[in-house]
């Protein structure tokens, strides 16, 4: 039974692939991490920063997306759905933060918080 | 006297009664040899009626009693414990027909273990072994207790309050370790006893613990001490290893005692286990330590610091003797060992002479009277190694009543005259008004001391001076011992002629020297003291009160009549020899008999003296020594006139022939005055090397011990400062080692891994 649905998946929707391959997705996933990346080391702004690990999270679910729909398997997908659960919690902790760091020092600037220096 | 005794008669019955003490069932497994349990638990009230005292004294001492309370209740216990020694000792034929015999009190030590069916037992309970030996040693501890508690309490008057009940405590306390080391009936209680008065005594000797002279003596006499008892401590332990048992009725009663000692009379020394022979050898070291013998004699004139009562009763009369009673009580196992007795023989006799060269040249008066206990104490251990256990007792027993009077007359004065002790600053005191009882409390104990012709001391000396010609081997003995009776005879008379005769003359002491204070002035203050004493030029003494003159008169009546002792019971060598006679410490000497005219020819070859029996002969020797030591006091040291009567010339308090005299030794008698410097060689051989390496052991401690602990603990400091700059606080800094670290990941994966499938 399950065997067969598989099979109808794929027949239904050969060439909906056809022109975009699963190395279009892993680019753009790639493309959209080393941004976040480079975002994330470049910056100095809490706020930019942590949009930046926003832009990395959204990139590996865009890779567990590509990956889950060439397989032609949920697991993926279902996995992305708990880690858009995570980040949206991590996003909630992670602005509180921000703005409880941004009124001890009155400015956004990760310098500010230098004390864990050796 | 005689309503007294017959009223103590009823004094057991009636305690037994109304004991608070539980009825104690016999329990056959203490029962050894012939020493039988008996259920008469009043006699454990003797140890226990000091302990009652102890606590008084604590609880006045809470309460802040600030009177003589204290000192009262302590009598009262003390007489208590007397008076029931006095019963036990009226009464003795009738507990055990005339046996020793044991009274446990509760169990203390009892263990078994091993095979069940023959297991090893140790067991050391709070039993008090009671023979005559015993009966002896409580009655005269007991009683010069009680009389010394007496003196104390007008002595010590001045420390009224908190001291004068930690005083008392301390005093009672000894009398209970005292009773214990005495009563045990096994040797773990009489080690207990042992280091209890041990214990008191150092309590009592830095009782001015604000003075740093008497803390060191303290000190120096704990742990003198020490040295001697770890040799006890070892003796206990060879004891149980060797015998399997520790009290004295079954020790005494084994077949294997019996049996060496059947060897060692018969002089089969080789039959007898090298273990067994040690024992006595190291009991002996303990006994050196705690009655001050060469080599460990230091601590006792130095323990003078102490009030004087606590010199009269625990360094002079009562502790002291510990190591002689030690000796008499475990005598069976000194007679097992080849060399214990003689060596004992020979270490009294050389610390008789050490001692009395010593007390020839003092000047302070309780150290004079401190080395003439050493000396006497000397002269008892000789007696013990000439194998007359009765010589010795019964030099134990004059020597404590007339030694204690002699310190206690000594205490008068110093508490008379501000702590005045310098021979040489006080003269004439007999002749001042009311200072009769003490001179003639003095005289009874000079003349004792000194070995006058019928005195106590003269019986209880020649007895043992007697057995040294008697005894073959020691001959050279009784001659060194002999010269050391002059010698003492002249160092005793000395302070009596000087202190006591003469012209009038007195300087006062420093009160902060010692245990001075006036009675009428208890509050302690220095202006007080000066004003009291007349420092602005004129000086009274004050006399001693009746409680000094009580003790010491009933003390001088003591010492006078012990010597009728010597002609009670003169079968056994007079009342004390009975009282050995039933006991461990009796041994018939096979020389003892000489005496008898039946012996006489066999006697011929050793035991003779000037070609006569030298027990008859001696009381001749040692009365004529005695007064040639007297006249040479009276001569060189003896006041001037008085119709001729004196041959001294001097007519002030310093200055005697003697002063000239002393010129033509050279520098003998100051080396004599500083101790032949045994002191001193004490600290160049033990504490200037010790000294050196605590130094050593010091440098090694600071810099290699500490050097490797510190270098361990700078290691993770070096190691972190070296890691310190990585960690630069910077968020970026660590994003860039995550991605850095994922990067390094991924080509190990891709490249190592990935590349090698």
């Not at chain 2, 084994?254 to 039959?271: I, M």
């Not at chain 2, 009784?478 to 009038?504: C, D, E, H, K, M």
């Amino acid at each position: 039974m399950i065997s067969s649905l598989v099979t109808l998946a794929q027949t239904d929707y050969p060439e909906a692939m056809g022109a975009l391959t699963l190395a279009h997705y892993l680019f753009l996933s790639a493309a959209m991490f080393a941004l976040g990346i480079v975002g994330f080391m470049t910056r100095r702004n809490l706020i930019i920063m942590f949009l930046c690990t926003e832009l990395m999270f959204q990139a590996s679910g865009i890779a567990l997306i590509a990956f889950s729909r060439f397989h032609l398997n949920h697991t993926g997908q279902t996995f992305v759905i708990f880690v858009l659960t995570v980040a949206a919690a991590e996003a909630a902790m992670g602005l509180a933060l921000v703005v409880l760091l941004f009124r001890k020092r009155e400015s956004l600037s990760t310098e500010e918080w230098a004390e864990m220096s050796g | 006297m005689e309503t007294m005794l017959t009223s103590l008669i009823d004094i057991p019955s009636l305690l037994s009664v109304a004991s608070a003490v539980p009825a104690l069932a016999p329990d056959t497994a203490h029962a050894g040899g012939g020493a039988a349990p008996v259920a008469q638990p009043w006699v454990a009230l003797i140890p226990m009626l000091p302990i009652l005292g102890v606590v008084i004294a604590a609880v006045c001492a809470i309460f802040d009693v600030r009177s003589k309370l204290p000192a009262f209740l302590t009598v009262g216990c003390l007489a208590g414990s007397f008076l029931l020694t006095l019963a036990v000792f009226l009464h003795y034929d009738d507990f055990n027909h005339g046996a020793p015999f044991v009274v446990h009190l509760f169990d203390w030590i009892n263990l078994a273990w091993g095979d069940p069916a023959h297991p090893t037992t140790l067991a050391a309970n709070f039993s008090f072994y009671v023979d005559k030996l015993t009966v002896l040693w409580m009655l005269f501890v007991t009683g010069l207790a009680t009389l010394i508690a007496l003196y104390a309490s007008e002595y010590m008057s001045h420390d009224v309050g908190r001291a004068y009940c930690r005083f008392f405590a301390a005093f009672n306390l000894f009398v209970f370790s005292m009773a214990c080391l005495v009563m045990g009936d096994n040797l773990v209680l009489l080690y207990l006893g042992w280091e209890g008065v041990g214990l008191c005594s150092y309590l009592l000797i830095g009782y001015f613990y604000k003075k740093p002279e008497a803390v060191a003596a303290a000190k120096k006499a704990f742990i003198v001490n020490r040295i001697g008892d770890l040799g006890l401590a070892l003796g206990i332990y060879l004891t149980f290893v060797h015998f399997g048992t520790l009290q004295y009725a079954e020790l005494f009663a084994s077949e294997q005692l019996q049996g060496y000692l059947a060897a060692a009379s018969e002089h089969r020394w080789s039959d007898i286990p090298m273990t067994a022979q040690g024992i006595a050898l190291l009991l002996m070291v303990g006994a050196f330590g705690k009655s001050a013998q060469f080599p460990l004699y230091v601590w006792l004139p130095d323990a003078m610091e102490g009030p004087t009562p606590v010199s009269a009763l625990i360094h002079a009369a009562t502790m002291v003797t510990a190591g002689v009673f030690l000796i008499a009580r475990a005598y069976p196992l000194f007679l097992i060992s080849e060399f214990a007795l003689p060596t004992v023989a020979w270490v009294g006799t050389i610390t008789a002479l050490l001692a009395a060269t010593i007390g020839m040249a003092q000047f302070d008066i309780k150290r004079i009277m401190a080395y003439s206990t050493v000396s006497q104490l000397g002269y008892m251990f000789a007696g013990l190694g000439m194998l007359t256990t009765t010589g010795a007792a019964f030099h134990v027993l004059t020597h404590a009543f007339f030694k204690a009077l002699l310190f206690l007359c000594c205490g008068a004065v110093m508490h008379g005259f501000a702590g005045q002790l310098d021979l040489r600053k006080l003269s004439g005191v007999a002749w001042m008004k009311g200072w009769g009882i003490v001179a003639i409390g003095m005289l009874v104990g000079c003349l004792n001391l000194s070995g006058f012709a019928f005195t106590a001391g003269f019986f209880s000396k020649d007895m043992i001076l007697a057995e040294a010609f008697v005894t073959p081997g020691y001959s050279v003995l009784g001659w060194i011992l002999i010269g050391t009776a002059g010698l003492t005879a002249y160092y005793t008379f000395r302070v009596f002629f000087r202190v006591f005769l003469g012209p009038q003359h007195a300087e006062p002491g420093d009160e902060h020297h010692d245990d001075h204070a006036d009675e009428e002035h208890t509050d302690e203050t220095d202006a007080h003291h000066i004003a009291a004493h007349g420092h602005d030029g004129h000086f009274h003494p004050h006399p001693p009160g009746w409680a000094i003159n009580t003790v010491l008169a009933v003390l001088a009546i003591g010492s006078i009549l012990a010597a009728g002792l010597y002609f009670i019971e003169k079968d056994s060598h007079g009342w004390v020899g009975a009282m050995v006679h039933d006991s461990s410490a009796y041994y018939h000497s096979p020389y003892a008999d000489h005496s008898d005219v039946a012996h006489a020819e066999e006697g011929a070859h050793t035991g003779l003296l000037f070609g006569q029996d030298p027990h008859k002969i001696m009381y001749y020797v040692s009365g004529v020594v005695g007064l040639m030591g007297i006249l040479l006091a009276a001569i060189l040291h003896g006041p001037r006139g008085w119709q001729g009567l004196f041959l001294g010339g001097r007519t002030e308090a310093g200055k005697c022939r003697m002063d000239s005299v002393a010129r033509l030794f050279g520098p003998i008698p100051r080396w004599a005055e500083d101790k032949w410097y045994v002191d001193e060689l004490y600290i160049a051989i033990f504490q200037t090397p010790l000294r050196v390496f605590s130094h050593l052991f010091h440098l090694f401690d600071k810099f290699v011990i500490d050097g490797i602990v510190d270098g361990v603990a700078k290691l993770p400091g070096a190691l972190a400062s070296a890691l310190r700059p990585s960690q630069s606080g910077q968020l970026q800094g660590y994003a860039a080692g995550m991605v850095g670290g994922v990067v390094v990941l991924l080509i190990i994966v891709l490249v190592v891994i990935g590349g090698a499938s």
